[in-house]
């Protein structure tokens, strides 16, 4: 196996583990599209029971999809890393209904710190928000078996 394949295979093991111990974005309905080394997407319909008062879907669980594309990218080298700081631009308003992708990218990443870009996009591929998330690692492996 290829230095390359064998660093998405680990990306992908720690995903999964993360994914199945990470009940708020089974609930929330997230899926992992894809993941590499440095790299997340993820998805997730928006619901009628997550829009707010003016029908859109509530940015705080906006902010929950690109933070969880952060999280899958960052943890994609197999240490355990966690969010240092994060902030959000809205862009755009996502209704019931719409289909969300969060796609994170790393940016920079050395010894204990990462930045991290994450847009998130509705079904047409039109951007809702933009995300900047900063990481720290902190110790200890995402999954034990490399």
């Known amino acids: ?6 660093a998405t295979a680990r990306a992908e093991r720690a995903a999964a583990a993360m994914f199945e111990r990470d009940r708020a974005s089974q609930a929330l309905g997230m899926r992992i599209i894809g993941v590499r080394p440095g790299w997340a997407r ?3 319909r928006v619901r009628g029971d997550m829009v707010n008062g003016h029908g859109l879907c ?4 906006v902010f929950a999809l690109a933070d969880s594309a952060f999280a899958f990218a ?7 890393t966690v969010a240092a ?4 631009d809205f862009l755009a308003a996502a209704r019931e209904g719409d289909e ?6 790393e940016i920079w990443r050395a010894r204990r710190s990462g930045v991290y870009g994450i847009t998130v996009s509705n079904q047409r591929g039109e951007p809702v928000a933009l995300f900047r998330g900063r990481s720290h690692r902190i110790d200890g492996r995402v999954v034990d078996r490399e």
């Open 58 to 61: 509530h940015g705080g669980l």
């Open 85 to 88: 700081a994060a902030s959000i």
């Open 42 to 44: 993820v998805a997730m």
């Open 100 to 105: 969300l992708t969060a796609e994170a990218t």
């Open 74 to 80: 960052c943890n994609s080298h197999n240490d355990v």
């Open 1 to 6: 196996m290829s230095d390359e394949n064998a």
